[in-house]
């Protein structure tokens, strides 16, 4: 995600928003788990200066309100069970769930760059948000970013977004927290299946070649390896 390919074939290669950001797009990130993965993951392959605060940098990122110790604990662990990213109870801050922060951040960026009003006018964009709540073993959490996320959708839908826009939803990873994974053998498989979807504009798909139609029907249900991944 952040270099563009899996395994770099290549030396120094961009980070994924700076390929979509030398084409004349957008970029913005949003971190809710107070940690600059892609410096983390990805600075021995690129100047991290300069693609995390540089010239060549993302347009808009935001985490620090996830950094705050009401919901990011300064001291002991940060991910225990129950408080941080990681806890099994709900995330919030100030009275509301986290994601929502988050959620509202892309929201104003998708207004001010005029995507609710002229179509004809907006600026083209790559927005990231990335959400935790499925990063703990109860699966229970999840289910606090049911409303806001169909909020999020049906949005989309009715401002017209989704006829020029392709959105995916995925996971880096299955599950690995909890009795099943720790315990079971299809706790083992889940882990190494990420979570992948996508919703492409009609006009995108009747220009999908017929094989690459195929593609997607056959692999939708199919049970993939991480070396496929």
């Given at each position: ?50 693609y995390s605060v ?80 499925g990063h703990e ?24 977004e989704l006829d ?66």
């Open positions: 995600m952040y270099l563009g390919e899996i395994f770099p074939k290549i030396r120094n290669p961009l980070p994924i928003w700076a390929y979509y950001r030398d084409r004349g797009y957008v970029t913005a990130r949003v971190e809710t788990s107070c940690e600059d993965w892609s410096r983390t993951y990805a600075a021995k392959y690129y100047n991290s200066l300069l540089g010239e060549r940098s993302l347009d808009y990122e935001l985490s620090a309100p996830f950094c705050m110790p009401e919901y990011y604990p300064a001291t002991g662990n940060s991910f225990g069970n129950f408080k941080g990213p990681f806890s099994i109870s709900a995330r919030c801050l100030y009275g509301r769930h986290v994601h929502e922060y988050g959620f509202d951040y892309i929201d104003q960026l998708r207004e001010e760059l005029g995507s609710d009003s002229s179509r004809n006018n907006s600026k083209p964009y790559m927005l990231m948000l990335n959400l935790m709540e073993g109860t699966g229970e959490v999840i289910r606090t970013l049911d409303g806001r996320l169909s909020m999020f959708l049906a949005d989309l839908r009715d401002s017209g020029d826009t392709v959105l995916f939803l995925l996971s880096d990873h299955g599950l690995h927290m909890g009795l099943n994974y720790a315990f079971l053998n299809s706790g083992q498989i889940e882990h190494k299946n990420p979570f992948f979807a996508m919703v492409l504009p009609q006009w995108l798909r009747s220009h999908a070649d017929i094989q690459a139609a195929q593609g997607l029907l056959v692999n939708e249900q199919r049970l993939t390896t991480p070396l496929e991944t």
